[in-house]
């Protein structure tokens, strides 16, 4: 069976596009609503939100494929979207990803075993004046270095694993 929105969701969608002049300005918080609820949006996500919407499949998978916050696989707990653009690599961003590859064993377009981290590079977060950032979840981090990365990655696992080592 194809996926499907909890009811809930379903009616959420349905309900938001009122709010617009055209069905297609529902696209992107209906993704929103799907990514709340699974953490990542399929294909099979994006021809649900088309058929509530009533738009053409096409146009939500535009959507889907112009905006990196929407992530077409499994991410695990941590989506880390690290800039990589001018402004944050004249600042570092390349050393911080490869700290992230190396100390923590966290690679580009993987999830990590444990199912906690996945890292893709991303062109522009817009906060050049804070760079390097990267944004992890929907929380920005920035003007960051190794010790600071250390200490938000080191977070994250003892979150992850109820304020345990």
Known sequence: MAYQLSAENQERVKEIAT???HPM???LPALHIVMAETGWVSRDACDHVAELLDVPKIKVYEALTFYTYFPQKPVGKYHIQFCHNI???LRGAEDLI???KDKHNIQEDQVTEDGL???HRV???GACGGGPMMQVNDDYYEDLDTEKLDQLIEGFK???SNGKS
Do not use: R
């Open 117 to 119: 981290f996945c890292l």
């Open 123 to 125: 062109e522009c977060l």
């Open 19 to 21: 709010h617009y002049p």
């Open 25 to 27: 300005s529902g696209i």
């Open 87 to 89: 402004a944050c690599n």
């Open 158 to 160: 003892k979150s992850a």
């Open 98 to 100: 490869q700290h992230l």
